[in-house]
C-alpha cells in the first residue's frame, strides 16, 4: 500500500462514518486490503489495477463514495478518525482539530502529505469555542501546524544551499508567523501594480482570511494537492513561492470572496491582476472547489458561471467556456476528481461526470458520463477513466483506459 497521508485517512474515515460501528473495523481492513493489492498490480505491471485503482487507501476509500460530510462537534467522526488512525498504526490519541466553526472536521489545518506524521495534531480553534470535554482533552495535546512547520524547515535548507536567494525566502516565509500571513504577503507583492499598492492589498487580502477560514483550508488543499501531483514540485515552498498556477487560484478565490460579498468592482480588479500577472482568466463568479492544481498554467480561461469541483486537474491551455451571447447559465459543470488535459476545451452549460477524463486537444459539447474518458474533435468516449482517481494518478494514456 502507498504510504498513507491525511487524505487517505479523512477519506477512510468519512466512508465509515457512513457504516454501522460494528462494521468499521472490517470495512477499514477491507479498504487496506484493497490499497495492498492494488499497490502490488501497479507494482508488477506499471499500471494501476482496474478495480482497486493506484494502490491508495483514498482510492479504495472513495470507491465507496465520499461518505457523509463531517461535523466537529458529532462523537461519531472523532470515533472514526481514531479508528482509522489506529489502522494505520497511528493513535487514537491524537486526534484531528480544525477551526472552530468551519463545519468541517478533518479539513483545514490537517492537511500534509508524503507521508503522515502520525504524532502530528492541528489545533487552531480557541477552548471558549469547544465543549469542556474537548477543550480539557485539547491540554493534554501539542498545538503544531505540520504544514507550516514543514515549509519553515524547507525555506532554512534553502537558505543554507543558495545564498543569494536568503533575501526572498526571509521576506516571504521566515518572516512570518502563520502560513496565511506568508500567503497573503506572497499574494499582495505579486498583485500590486501603480493602480494599488502593495500595502492595500495586503490589508484586502488579510480582511478576506480573518473573515472566511475557508480561503486558507482551500489554500493548503490546493498547496498538497500540487505536492502530491506535479512530478516537478518536490516541496511544499515550491507552490507558494513560484508557482503561478497556484498563486492564481488563490488570487481567484480572493476575487470570489469578494464577489460573494457584493464588491463586484474590486473582484474585477483582481480578476484583471491575475490575467495580466499570470496569464489565467478566471471570473470571480465561478465556484472551484478545494484541492484543484493547474499544471503549467498558461492561458487557462474558467468562465462565469462555470462550476469545477474538489480535487480537479488540469494542464495549460485549458478553456471552460460558453458558446454563445446568451446572458444564463452558459458554462461547464466539472464534476470531483476529473482530469482535464493541455489544451482542451469544455463549452457550453454540460456535465462532465466525477472522475473522468478528457485528452489533451479534445473539444467536449455534450455530457461526459462519470469515470470516462474522452478525446476528439468533437470529443466522443473512448474507453473507460483507467482508475478511480485520474485526477490524482495523472495519468493521460488513452490506451490505458481501453486495456491496451
Request: neutral net charge; glycine residues 10%.
Amino acid at each position: 500500500m502507498k504510504p498513507a497521508g491525511m487524505g487517505d485517512l479523512i477519506a477512510a474515515a468519512r466512508v465509515c462514518l457512513s457504516a454501522m460501528p460494528a462494521r468499521r473495523g472490517a470495512l477499514l481492513r477491507q479498504m487496506m486490503r484493497e490499497a495492498r493489492l492494488a499497490a502490488a498490480h501497479l507494482a508488477a505491471t506499471g499500471r494501476p489495477h482496474p478495480r482497486w485503482g493506484d494502490g491508495s487507501l483514498m482510492t479504495a476509500a472513495l470507491r465507496r463514495g465520499p461518505g457523509p460530510e463531517p461535523r466537529l462537534d458529532d462523537p461519531e467522526w472523532r470515533a472514526c478518525l481514531a479508528a482509522a488512525l489506529e489502522a494505520l498504526g497511528g493513535s487514537s490519541e491524537h486526534a484531528a482539530r480544525v477551526p472552530a466553526g468551519s463545519g468541517q472536521a478533518g479539513y483545514g489545518e490537517l492537511y500534509i502529505s508524503k507521508p503522515v506524521p502520525r504524532t502530528y495534531v492541528v489545533d487552531c480553534a480557541d477552548d471558549e469555542h469547544r465543549s469542556p470535554a474537548m477543550a480539557h482533552q485539547n491540554k493534554k495535546l501539542a498545538s503544531i501546524d505540520p504544514v507550516w512547520d514543514r515549509i519553515g524547515e524547507e525555506a532554512r535548507a534553502a537558505v543554507s544551499a543558495e545564498p543569494l536567494l536568503g533575501g526572498m525566502f526571509h521576506v516571504s516565509i521566515l518572516h512570518h508567523d502563520s502560513f496565511a500571513r506568508a500567503l497573503s504577503f506572497r499574494l499582495a507583492l505579486k498583485l500590486s501594480s501603480g493602480e494599488m499598492s502593495e500595502q492595500i492589498l495586503r490589508e484586502i487580502i488579510d480582511e478576506a482570511y480573518g473573515a472566511d477560514p475557508e480561503l486558507t483550508i482551500s489554500a493548503r488543499a490546493d498547496l498538497v494537492a500540487v505536492f502530491e501531483r506535479d512530478p516537478a514540485c518536490h516541496r511544499l515552498l515550491q507552490p507558494l513561492l513560484f508557482f503561478k498556477g497556484y498563486q492564481a487560484v488563490q488570487a481567484y478565490r480572493l476575487g470570489h470572496w469578494l464577489w460573494s460579498e457584493g464588491r463586484h468592482d474590486l473582484a474585477y480588479f483582481f480578476q484583471m491582476r491575475v490575467s495580466e500577472i499570470f496569464g489565467i482568466d478566471i471570473h470571480p463568479a465561478a465556484r472551484i472547489g478545494r484541492g484543484i492544481m493547474i499544471d503549467h498554467a498558461h492561458s487557462i480561461v474558467i468562465g462565469e458561471t462555470a462550476v469545477v469541483g474538489d480535487n480537479v486537474s488540469m494542464l495549460h491551455s485549458v478553456t471552460l467556456g460558453g458558446t454563445g451571447k446568451e446572458d444564463d447559465d452558459r458554462h461547464p459543470k466539472i464534476g470531483d476528481g476529473v482530469l482535464i488535459g493541455a489544451g482542451a476545451k469544455v463549452l457550453g452549460n454540460i456535465k462532465v461526470g466525477h472522475c473522468s477524463r478528457i485528452a489533451a486537444g479534445s473539444v467536449v459539447l455534450e455530457d461526459v458520463p462519470p469515470m470516462k474518458t474522452v478525446a476528439g474533435v468533437p470529443a466522443r468516449i473512448v474507453g473507460e477513466a483507467g482508475c478511480s482517481q485520474p485526477s490524482v494518478s495523472m495519468d493521460h494514456l488513452i490506451s490505458r483506459s481501453m486495456g491496451g
